[in-house]
């Protein structure tokens, strides 16, 4: 119980000295043309170490904002903000992936066409009609993976309600931000560490493993080389399925902050009281809007 609380307590403290020293030395893992700056980008993108450095972030953050709540609000703005941002952008994926597929049936069915060129400024791109078929599930898992934090802010997530709806304003958000803190983040964390060396396995060889050490890795840098993973499930189908992963950890990072920033909001309400309950929530009005496109049509 000692070992673990003093390793908890010098990782904290060791997230600043990393933190210090990946901002000052920029070069050591964003260079990837030195084979060992890969290796330590691919090590510390999901090692302890990041974890602790955005922990000791979020202390700061924390701290800073229990004496200025309008500091906090602002964080909690600026996330929220960056969540609906993304979310309403990469809506539009699912409109795409619709037109697509008509294209795709009038070319196959009417007009019997079995590829398809596409030559903006210059550059062309021809692939069978199969692969622009199986890249739909693409436009897919891009709504899923980048609209999710967009759906949790605007409260469009299902909630099992067995004892919530029963609480008091100050026990629900008691249980909000128990939820963020133990269950969100943490399950954020895993699918992270998981969808990491799951993704640089489909970029580079040899491959890494999450049980390496730092150490073992640098021994293995002067063999890395990229080989992007282009293997598809027929012959003529989609082959870039390397999206897909990067997709995973995207949707992990946007689900992390979000939690964050739901603790953050959950723990501002609970200080200021019901008053400031959805303070500077930006939630999309398609019912009023509607409304209001009907009247105007009337």
Known sequence: MLDGLIWFFTNIAMGFVNLFKAVSHPMAWLDWSDKKAIVNFIYYGASHELFFVIFDIFLVVLVIGLFRHAFLWAVVR???????????????????????????????????????????????????????????????????ALCVSYTFVQGGHVRVDL??????????????????????????????????????????????????????????????????????????????????????IIYAGLMFLQGISFFYRSLLEYLEGPESEGKYLDKDKLEDELAETVAAIH
């Open 78 to 144: 600026g996330m929220e903000g960056f969540a609906n941002s993304i979310g309403r952008f990469f809506a539009y994926a699912g409109l795409v992936m619709v037109m697509q597929q008509i294209i795709i049936i009038f070319l196959q069915r009417i007009f019997r066409v079995a590829d398809i060129t596409i030559g903006p400024f210059g550059y062309t791109f021809t692939k069978d009609l199969s692969w622009f078929s199986e890249e739909l599930k693409l436009y897919n898992a891009m709504i899923v």
């Open 163 to 248: 004892f919530y709806g029963r609480l008091r304003f100050h026990g629900k958000r008691i249980v909000d931000m128990f939820g963020s803190l133990f269950f969100i983040v943490p399950v954020m964390t895993l699918v992270w560490m998981v969808g990491w060396y799951y993704l640089w396995r489909a970029l580079v060889t040899p491959p890494m493993s999450v049980t390496y050490t730092l150490e073992k890795m640098m021994k293995k840098a002067n063999f890395v080389n990229w080989n992007v993973e282009t293997i598809g499930f027929s012959p003529n189908g989609f082959d870039a399925y390397f999206l897909f992963k990067i997709l995973l």
